[in-house]
């Protein structure tokens, strides 16, 4: 009663909601057999949806616990999908953290809802902590929906780029899934995996190898450059990447290395007796004659070859079982025969593991074993099957010890098997015996032994064991036979001996192994053969199929032999076998028939039926079923299950001829080494003097040389205030301390100048420090001539004048393509500007062309100054869309397009021109713009509320909205008196250009800087009345609005334009080639640079 009691208690209790923290009690309530499943308040996770609401972050960090813990015990718990979702804009870390791991998991099953959080995960791809940024980029590659391929590819493409390396992991990890969603996206995948492999970090090694091999595993030119590095890494990496980095490199080893034991390169030479015979002086002749013909060149192993087995070496130690298991593939594959033995040690050390790992390991061992004995026959003890060996182990443990066997070790295996025999295991028992009887076939001097104790086994209670040593004993007798007939009586007696069990054994392999050695050997029992076959004939009909089949045999032998005692006995069994229900056995019955027994109408063969039947059978192969798994790469699916498995790449053979090794040198960056004779010859051409070489730098020869130059002007302009004097060197020190001199006021006027400046470099050296020791440091930079310094013309800063705009400044500016020394002016030249503009340096226009072209080459996009000024659109387009449909909206209608003019709210908003129809039969009052549901950085400036659309009517209002240069729609509400609607604002990436004037020259060098990852192009075929220059810009200016550049080049037009949000260049230019066209787009913002090159696509390529 007591325990009714409970269950019933326990069936009330269940009106609460279930727990879901991971407890029994909570396992017990949410089993969909408990009575709660069928309750009508019955609501499944309700507890942690309303924590998930709440604005609380220790609830709703508590509940993403308590779901985790649901998905790591293998629960659903997708339902939760919708209240999860919502906390990917948590500012909380750690919830943000347990957010993305849930939607890693989900976001496959649940595209549509994951769809919707696709800027919020673009946002976070720009977090500060990597842990957030790896995740976003994580949850982004498993939304598995080709529409978001190219903002995958784009992201990838950053995060390679990424600071942290886990981040740059993470991206290596996205690559395969992106290549499986859309395949034709491999040669930029290629890229992107080409500068992966080329990173120095042992973390990404690994990934980078792993993306390598799913994606172009038959690129292997991208190995080369990094082979060295990767074997130089391999003991760094973390563990599963050192499984898939070695895999790797043992195919490459098989390509690119010749075959280490080759027999024509290895010249084993045999130990001579002590005392030669006449034999040996035989052979010597022989051998001098034979030495006037071209030896074979001994074999010398490659350095790289050898620096990856020395390096694998070590991770044999590994405590991980598949780091232990691709080293030993790895020699076995690859290493030369003496060295391969070293695996054994470690893979023995592997068997005391979980029996998952023992069976792999065995599996491996068995197939090296089969042709390699002595790497494993010291462990022979090892392989000794337990007691509580599963029987999977238990085969494989017998296989090797099978294998193992030699004449020395033979005895100890076979007293081993006999221990086995009686295992309680049946199946483990017939395998023993089976062993036995290979052991017997391959070592000649133990085969009578174990034929002796096969037989005894004969007498066994087990049937099982009776039944496969019959079986056995069948096939070496027929060994014997075919080899030599040497013991007829005692085959003799083992074939009576079995007669006698015939008709007590019951196993259908065995009867049928008695019945065949009785025909087959009948003329050594001709009194008991007949005598068998009557037994048999009279329970023929129950005897199974392969027994029937034996007895038909049987019959037909004993006809052949002694036709007399059996012919009638024979026709008795074929009629019998004549309505048989199996039509093996009928068939074969009349076959048979023909043969033995002929009619009038007797065939051709019927005279060579005995020649047929008592022919010499072939013996029976007893070999290792792990004799031809080598064929598959060890530590494989594909060798474990003998089969070729999907995804399975066969291991290459070695090369007959070396490839070029020289493939896998990389070039070493070598110290800059000036030309001094080339210096010296501009020196005298332009009537200066040579000066002696100096401290080589590492830039190139031509600032070099412009360095030189600049000093040279720099002491004519010393002479004229000084005495000049004849050495050179004298004057550039005089020269320099002039200079030093000048900046001395300059310097302490601006301190606070060159710190901004020093911080925005992020250059070593401190600005804060005194005086002297920065005029030291000018001193020591000027000396070894490191960058070219702007030098004045004019006279008047070395009479000490104190204007502002003859003052220069040493500012130490980074960029990204070197370290380049500055001299700006003080006042005039703003601190950390992007875009250096001659004409803002004053009247004594000190700056040279060259440092004006580098100080422009700090800006990427951005404000471009001068040179670029927004105009006025060349294409007003007329296409229009639909806003809100007039059913959806009750008669109202509402209709947008882009004006392309500028906005008068903001300069950054795109203009919108709404067209609003009252279709409906009652006017329509207070239309407005409602509530708005925009993503971060977007703005929408609303149109006046129009109080009044009468009947029929038709009313245009401008509104503005600021998309803040993304792809993404601007949601928002039209609301009129009655109802609300909820309607989307697309904007084509064109439309969200405005176009600006640029100088040819302005536009190459700002698509100079918009290269590489910012720059986007393809080709189009374009029909014949498609390419005059009028078709070329109205297709351009239908997709973006943007601007002609006026271009000197032939068949080269070229459009400017620039973001209205981010003012970010875009640059397109098209270059026609007969009937193609090649499009490039050049953008800071890389997702407009892709969807405008598609589009361009689309419109050069359609039809009017």
């Known amino acids: 009663m007591a325990s009714n009691g409970g269950f019933q208690n326990s069936g009330y209790n269940n009106d609460r909601p279930p727990s879901s923290t991971g407890s029994g009690d909570a396992d017990v309530a949410t089993d969909p057999a408990s009575s709660s499943f069928f309750m009508n308040d019955y609501k499944k996770h309700d507890d942690l949806k309303?924590?998930?609401?709440?604005?609380?972050?220790?609830?709703?960090?508590?509940?993403?616990?308590?779901?985790?813990?649901?998905?790591?015990?293998?629960?659903?718990?997708?339902?939760?999908?919708?209240?999860?979702v919502k906390n990917v804009v948590s500012k909380n870390l750690e919830v943000k953290k347990l957010v993305y791991v849930y939607l890693t998991r989900y976001a496959e099953e649940q595209q549509d809802l994951a769809l919707l959080s696709i800027s919020t995960f673009q946002r976070a791809l720009k977090d500060p902590n990597q842990l957030i940024r790896a995740s976003a980029l994580r949850v982004l590659s498993s939304i598995r929906v080709p529409v978001i391929v190219p903002i995958m590819m784009l992201s990838i493409k950053e995060s390679c780029n990424d600071m942290s390396p886990y981040v740059r992991k993470t991206a290596a990890h996205a690559i395969p899934k992106l290549f499986s969603l859309d395949p034709e996206l491999k040669d930029q995948l290629i890229e992107v995996i080409e500068k992966l492999l080329a990173d120095k970090t042992t973390l990404v090694a690994g990934s980078a190898i792993q993306a390598f091999e799913e994606v172009c595993p038959e690129r292997i030119d991208l190995i080369h450059k990094n082979y060295r590095k990767l074997c130089n890494l391999l003991v760094d990496v973390e563990e599963w990447g050192q499984v898939v980095i070695i895999n790797m490199l043992t195919r490459y080893a098989r390509t690119q290395f010749v075959n280490p034991n080759r027999d024509d390169m290895i010249e084993e030479e045999s130990e001579?007796?002590?005392?030669?015979?006449?034999?040996?002086?035989?052979?010597?002749?022989?051998?001098?004659?034979?030495?006037?013909?071209?030896?074979?060149k001994p074999y010398v192993m490659d350095p790289d070859h050898r620096l990856l087995l020395r390096n694998c070496k070590p991770l044999l130690n590994s405590r991980n079982a598949a780091v232990v298991m691709a080293v030993a593939q790895l020699y076995y594959h690859c290493a030369p025969r003496a060295e391969v033995g070293m695996v054994a040690k470690s893979l023995i050390r592997l068997l005391r593991s979980h029996k998952e790992v023992q069976y792999i390991v065995l599996s491996n061992i068995a197939t090296m074993s089969v042709k390699r004995k002595g790497m494993f026959e010291p462990f022979l003890k090892s392989f000794y099957v337990h007691s509580t060996d599963p029987t999977h182990v238990k085969l494989l443990k017998l296989e090797i010890l099978t294998n193992l066997g030699?004449?020395?070790?033979?005895?100890?295996?076979?007293?081993?098997?006999?221990?086995?025999?009686?295992?309680?295991?049946?199946?483990?028992?017939?395998?023993?015996?089976?062993?036995?009887g290979r052991c017997a076939s391959t070592i000649p001097e133990i085969t009578d032994t174990c034929l002796n104790g096969l037989v005894r086994l004969m007498s066994n209670r087990d049937e099982t064991v009776v039944a496969e040593s019959v079986v056995v004993i069948k096939k070496l007798l027929q060994m014997q036979s075919t080899d030599s007939v040497s013991q007829p009586q005692e085959h003799k007696d083992i074939i009576v001996h079995m007669a006698k069990m015939?008709?007590?054994?019951?196993?259908?392999?065995?009867?049928?192994?008695?019945?065949?050695?009785?025909?087959?050997?009948?003329?050594?029992?001709?009194?008991?053969?007949?005598?068998?076959?009557?037994q048999c004939a009279k329970n023929f009909i129950n005897e199974e199929d392969?027994?029937?089949?034996?007895?038909?045999?049987?019959?037909?032998?004993?006809?052949?032999?002694?036709?007399?005692?059996?012919?009638?006995?024979?026709?008795?069994?074929?009629?019998?076998?004549?309505?048989?229900?199996?039509y093996d056995i009928r068939d074969r019955a009349r076959f048979l028939r023909q043969l033995i027994i002929p009619g009038e109408k007797a065939g051709a063969f019927a005279k060579y039926a005995k020649k047929m039947f008592l022919a010499t059978k072939p013996a029976p192969v007893l070999e290792s079923k792990f004799k031809d798994r080598d064929q598959f790469q060890l530590a494989t699916l594909s060798h474990v299950l003998n089969t070729k498995a999907t995804g399975y790449r066969e291991i290459p053979d070695f090369p007959e001829v070396a490839p070029d090794p020289t493939v896998r040198n990389v070039e070493v960056p070598t110290a800059w080494v000036a030309d001094t004779n080339l210096l010296a010859q501009k020196k005298k051409k332009k009537g200066g003097k040579v000066k002696p070489a100096k401290k080589k730098s590492f830039y190139s020869d031509e600032e070099s040389e412009e360095e030189d130059e600049d000093e040279e002007e720099e002491e004519d302009s010393s002479d004229e205030t000084d005495s000049s004097e004849e050495?050179?060197?004298?004057?550039?020190?005089?020269?320099?301390?002039?200079?030093?001199?000048?900046?001395?006021?300059?310097?302490?006027?601006?301190?606070?100048?060159?710190?901004?400046?020093?911080?925005?470099?992020?250059?070593?050296?401190?600005?804060?420090?005194?005086?002297?020791?920065s005029e030291e440091e000018d001193e020591e930079e000027e000396s070894s001539d490191e960058e070219p310094q702007p030098k004045a013309k004019s006279t008047k800063a070395k009479t000490g004048a104190t204007s502002n705009a003859a003052m220069l400044l040493d500012l130490d500016l980074t960029m990204s393509l070197g370290d380049t020394l500055v001299n700006q002016d003080a006042e005039e030249a703003e601190v950390g500007s992007t875009v250096a503009n001659p004409a803002a340096v004053g009247k004594s226009d000190f700056l040279m062309p060259v440092l004006a072209q580098d100080m422009s080459s700090l800006s990427i996009g951005g404000d471009t100054g001068r040179s670029t000024t927004v105009t006025a659109p060349s294409f007003i387009p007329t296409k229009t869309y639909e806003l809100l449909n007039r059913i959806t909206g009750g008669g109202l209608s509402i209709t947008y397009r882009f004006t392309r003019t500028v906005s008068i709210f903001s300069e950054k908003m795109a203009s919108v021109e709404l067209t609003l129809t009252n279709s409906s039969d009652k006017p329509v009052l207070n239309v407005k713009i409602g509530d708005k549901k925009l993503q971060s950085g977007m703005e929408i400036f609303d149109f006046p509320e129009i109080g009044n659309l009468g009947v029929g009517a038709t009313v245009t209002a401008t509104m503005g909205i600021n998309f803040a240069d993304t792809t993404q729609p601007a949601t928002f509400d039209v609301c009129t008196q009655e109802k609300k609607f909820s309607v989307t604002v697309k904007a084509p990436v064109g439309e969200q250009i405005q176009p600006v004037n640029m100088a040819e020259n302005e536009f190459d060098k700002q698509q100079g800087k918009l290269s590489g990852m910012n720059e986007n192009s393809g080709?189009?075929?374009?029909?014949?009345?498609?390419?005059d220059i009028k078709t070329i810009s109205r297709r351009v200016y239908e997709v973006a609005n943007v601007v002609q550049v006026p271009s000197m080049q032939d068949n080269t037009y070229k459009f400017a334009g620039k973001t209205l949000s981010a003012g970010a260049l875009v640059l397109i230019s098209v270059k026609l080639d007969g009937r193609k066209a090649a499009l490039k787009v050049n953008c800071e913002k890389m997702v407009i640079g892709s969807m405008l090159l598609k589009d361009l696509k689309d419109s050069m390529t359609k039809k009017d």
């Open 50 to 84: 309303q924590m998930l609401d709440t604005n609380k972050d220790n609830l709703k960090l508590e509940a993403m616990k308590r779901i985790i813990g649901m998905v790591a015990k293998g629960k659903d718990a997708s339902d939760l999908f919708p209240a999860v």
């Open 272 to 296: 001579k007796a002590f005392y030669g015979s006449d034999e040996d002086e035989e052979k010597e002749d022989k051998e001098e004659e034979e030495d006037d013909k071209p030896k074979k």
């Open 406 to 436: 030699t004449e020395t070790s033979i005895s100890t295996i076979i007293r081993e098997f006999q221990t086995y025999i009686t295992s309680t295991d049946k199946e483990f028992a017939a395998a023993t015996i089976q062993a036995i």
């Open 502 to 534: 015939a008709q007590d054994i019951t196993v259908p392999m065995a009867r049928a192994s008695i019945l065949w050695m009785i025909g087959e050997y009948s003329d050594r029992v001709p009194k008991i053969a007949p005598d068998v076959l009557r």
């Open 546 to 582: 392969i027994v029937k089949l034996q007895i038909l045999n049987l019959a037909a032998k004993l006809c052949i032999t002694n036709s007399k005692q059996t012919k009638l006995l024979c026709q008795y069994v074929f009629n019998l076998a004549k309505y048989d229900q199996n």
């Open 727 to 773: 050495d050179s060197s004298e004057e550039e020190e005089e020269s320099d301390e002039e200079e030093d001199e000048e900046d001395e006021k300059p310097k302490k006027k601006s301190k606070k100048v060159e710190d901004e400046e020093d911080e925005e470099s992020s250059e070593e050296v401190d600005s804060s420090e005194e005086e002297e020791s």
């Open 1019 to 1027: 080709t189009v075929d374009m029909a014949t009345e498609n390419t």
